[in-house]
């Protein structure tokens, strides 16, 4: 036999698992650039939310699939208990490439369980 409260359990449960379900992706960063410093280098610059005991890791860089390369920043944590507070992280790393067929950066900030922090794209300026 139908139960009505179970169905409406299951439509609430859905219903507030939803918002949590679509961050898969992390928020955007923010003030994202990517500015090419010299022949060898871009320097990545930019700013995301996080816990007061993150700290951003070596940039790892990926693929260069046209023109475009994908790089990540690792998160850890810093200590094993750490307050909720959130704080602004302010990254600038310089990564070394040669390559000047990178005409764009794509920035994903993944944190130590492997779930997305932040994601953003930029083009590569020159400087």
């Known amino acids: 036999m139908f139960d009505a409260r179970l169905a409406f359990a299951l439509i609430a449960t859905v219903g507030l698992s939803a918002p949590a379900l679509a961050q898969d992706n992390g928020q955007p960063l923010d003030d994202l650039d990517a500015t090419r410093i010299n022949p060898y280098q871009i320097l990545i610059d930019f700013e995301f939310d996080g816990g007061a005991?993150?700290?951003?890791?070596?940039?790892?860089?990926?693929?260069?699939?046209?023109?475009?390369?994908t790089v990540n920043f690792p998160v850890s944590s810093t200590a094993e208990v750490c307050t909720m507070q959130i704080v602004e992280h302010d990254v600038k790393y310089a990564i070394d490439?040669?390559?000047e067929a990178i005409t764009r950066i794509d920035v994903t900030v993944t944190a130590a369980d492997g779930r997305v922090v932040g994601t953003g794209s930029t083009d590569v300026e020159r400087d």
């Open 53 to 69: 005991c993150d700290a951003i890791g070596r940039a790892e860089l990926g693929d260069l699939v046209d023109g475009t390369l």
């Open 97 to 99: 490439t040669e390559d």
